[in-house]
């Protein structure tokens, strides 16, 4: 069932609702057991905001063959999907949006092989959008980027020396680069201007950036039950997002000792570490640094051409980067 959030925005909440069957029709695996837990993932209720971001940066391009659109709105939900299953397997999560992840219940082996699947899902879709080499290679660009990203997130595990300027390259190919993604490739599907496919870019990494900080508060500040995964898996895991990069900086006598245990934290210190993320003004100096991208946002979006895409696309971007959740 695609989110209750698109409800406001009644003409994208169809489109979405049409995307939904067809997003399940694209994925055909001979192994049904596998087959059967990424059909599950797909409709676990994921937000779909990035066919969303792409249903709705279309509109300010030209008219365009509704199929095509639609292949490409798949295109990046699909992509989407297969870096999922292959973080799930990195930060060997147990749930993804409450569902048991694939490589919990068929090993990480199957689980990779799950996502590498969906990837040719994926350029399935891209190429019932475009077929034009250039197009084709944005999409290569941006795999090679969020892969990179993600094995990048290596070197950084358990590095109490991480920097301010190591985070966001982290996050850019973890999360930001699909959003740059979605919003330039529906412009150039839909034939928009140069401004508007650059200007598209720029959207669209600034809303990612200010996403994965807002997902990385959320992680010491949320409500597991509402954000649907465990307080600090992160942590458990080695990875060190900006809330705890900028409290190392404003309490590294406190941290270190206990981020010194790496692996074998206990339950103990990691409550430990968040009351000092919290207490030292890490975490608000985190979600400063996530208000001045929503802001640069907004900016960014003011330059659009006026219509009712460009207001939808300013409440969205509210709703997004102001979420408790």
Same mark, same amino acid.
């Given at each position: 069932?695609?989110?209750?959030?698109?409800?406001?925005?009644?003409?994208?909440?169809?489109?979405?609702?049409?995307?939904?069957p067809?997003?399940?029709?694209?994925?055909?695996?001979?192994?049904?057991?596998?087959?059967?837990?990424?059909?599950?993932?797909?409709?676990?209720?994921?937000?779909?905001?990035?066919?969303?971001?792409?249903?709705?940066?279309?509109e300010?391009?030209?008219?365009?063959?509704?199929a095509?659109?639609?292949?490409?709105?798949?295109?990046?939900?699909?992509?989407?999907?297969?870096?999922?299953?292959?973080d799930d397997?990195?930060?060997?999560?147990?749930?993804?949006?409450?569902?048991?992840?694939?490589?919990?219940?068929?090993?990480?082996?199957?689980?990779?092989?799950?996502?590498?699947?969906?990837?040719?899902?994926?350029?399935?879709?891209?190429?019932?959008?475009?077929q034009?080499?250039? @197009?084709? %290679?944005?999409? !290569?660009?941006?795999?090679?980027? #969020?892969? /990179?990203?993600? *094995?990048?997130?290596?070197?950084y595990?358990?590095?109490?020396?991480?920097?301010?300027?190591?985070?966001?390259?982290?996050?850019?190919?973890?999360?930001?680069?699909?959003?740059?993604?979605?919003?330039?490739?529906?412009?150039?599907?839909?034939?928009?201007?140069a401004?508007?496919?650059?200007?598209?870019?720029?959207?669209?990494?600034?809303?990612?950036?200010?996403?994965?900080?807002?997902?990385?508060?959320?992680?010491?500040?949320?409500?597991?039950?509402?954000?649907?995964?465990?307080?600090?898996? @992160?942590? %458990?895991?080695? !990875?060190?997002?900006?809330?705890? #990069?900028? /409290?190392?900086? *404003?309490?590294?006598?406190?941290?270190?000792?206990?981020?010194?245990?790496?692996?074998?934290?206990?339950?103990?210190?990691?409550?430990?570490?968040?009351?000092?993320?919290?207490?030292?003004?890490?975490?608000?100096?985190?979600?400063?640094?996530?208000?001045?991208?929503?802001?640069?946002?907004?900016?960014?979006?003011?330059?659009?051409?006026?219509?009712?895409?460009?207001?939808?696309?300013?409440?969205?971007?509210?709703?997004?980067?102001?979420?408790?959740?």
């Amino acid at each position: 069932m695609v989110h209750a959030l698109w409800r406001q925005f009644p003409r994208i909440n169809l489109r979405l609702i049409a995307l939904e069957p067809y997003l399940l029709n694209a994925v055909n695996l001979p192994n049904q057991p596998i087959h059967d837990k990424i059909i599950e993932l797909l409709k676990s209720g994921g937000k779909f905001l990035r066919p969303g971001f792409f249903y709705i940066y279309s509109e300010f391009g030209e008219k365009t063959d509704p199929a095509k659109i639609k292949a490409g709105a798949a295109a990046v939900e699909l992509l989407h999907v297969a870096t999922l299953i292959h973080d799930d397997v990195i930060d060997d999560s147990p749930l993804r949006r409450g569902v048991k992840t694939i490589h919990t219940q068929y090993g990480q082996k199957n689980a990779i092989y799950a996502g590498d699947y969906l990837f040719t899902c994926y350029f399935t879709q891209v190429l019932k959008s475009t077929q034009e080499p250039a @197009d084709m %290679k944005r999409h !290569v660009d941006a795999m090679q980027i #969020i892969l /990179a990203g993600e *094995l990048d997130q290596m070197k950084y595990n358990f590095n109490q020396k991480m920097t301010e300027a190591d985070y966001f390259h982290e996050i850019t190919g973890k999360t930001a680069e699909l959003f740059r993604l979605c919003f330039q490739q529906s412009a150039i599907v839909t034939h928009a201007p140069a401004e508007i496919v650059k200007l598209g870019g720029e959207i669209g990494l600034t809303i990612g950036q200010a996403y994965q900080i807002l997902d990385d508060i959320l992680d010491y500040s949320g409500d597991p039950h509402q954000t649907k995964k465990p307080v600090l898996e @992160d942590l %458990k895991s080695g !990875v060190y997002t900006l809330p705890l #990069i900028f /409290a190392i900086q *404003l309490a590294p006598d406190e941290l270190k000792p206990l981020l010194d245990k790496r692996e074998k934290l206990s339950n103990d210190d990691i409550a430990k570490i968040r009351n000092i993320v919290i207490s030292s003004g890490g975490l608000a100096k985190a979600v400063e640094s996530a208000d001045q991208l929503t802001e640069k946002a907004e900016t960014l979006i003011g330059q659009l051409p006026e219509q009712k895409s460009k207001r939808d696309l300013q409440t969205l971007t509210r709703i997004l980067l102001t979420r408790k959740q």
